[in-house]
């Protein structure tokens, strides 16, 4: 149950900026004894793999906080982020030893769905609201969602990591600003078009 937990809360912070769980995995697992990825994952531990994703995530953080070029970026991490989601998820729940089944590591692709699913949920919701935010802030408003953006999926991971158990309450906190923010997008595209011209 750790282990799905962990995978959770990793591919949700994959949603929002894909290379920061993988490398936290990925360091974790080549540096430390706190993940130990079975031999199928080992070359997320890689150095290419940490040095490819290092790079990734760098070029990530400077896009998406660039008005209209952040759009264009969650457009290509569509295909991205749900397959690092259920990557994540699938290497993570393998090598969880917390677990008293092993019912996740006889059905691998479970994880694989479920991190698809919860990554692209996220992922979905961050690339639609996006444009709504540059609009009402003139972009202004990129630099800063996007680096609540990343605190946030730097956040989710060290809780998946470390403490599983919470990571139930931060997904719900993090489904509750997903809902706000969508709430908040379709106020504004129903205020557009509704406005009454002015009399002549």
Do not use: C
Not at 12 to 22: H, K, Q, R, T, V
Not at 133 to 147: F, M, Q, R
Not at 160 to 179: E, G, Q, R, S, Y
């Amino acid at each position: 149950m750790l282990a799905a937990l962990t995978g959770m809360g990793l591919s949700a912070a994959a949603g929002l900026n894909a290379y920061i769980p993988f490398l936290m995995v990925a360091l974790l697992a080549r540096f430390t004894d706190v993940i130990a990825l079975p031999q199928s994952y080992a070359w997320i531990e890689s150095t290419w793999a940490i040095g490819v994703a290092a790079v990734l995530l760098l070029t990530e953080v400077v896009l998406d906080k660039i008005a209209i070029v952040d759009s264009l970026n969650d457009a290509v991490a569509t295909f991205i982020r749900p397959t690092v989601g259920g990557l994540i998820f699938a290497a993570t729940s393998a090598a969880g030893k917390v677990d008293s089944s092993s019912w996740m590591q006889d059905h691998p692709w479970v994880g694989v769905v479920l991190g698809v699913a919860i990554s692209g949920i996220v992922h979905a919701t961050k690339a639609t609201t996006r444009p709504a935010v540059n609009i009402s802030t003139v972009g202004l408003g990129a630099p800063v969602v996007s680096a609540a953006e990343d605190t946030t999926s730097v956040g989710l991971s060290l809780i998946a990591v470390f403490l599983p158990v919470l990571v139930i309450v931060a997904l719900v906190l993090l489904a509750w600003v997903m809902w706000w923010a969508w709430r908040q997008f379709r106020r504004m595209k129903r205020r557009r078009p509704g406005r009454s011209p002015s009399p002549a």
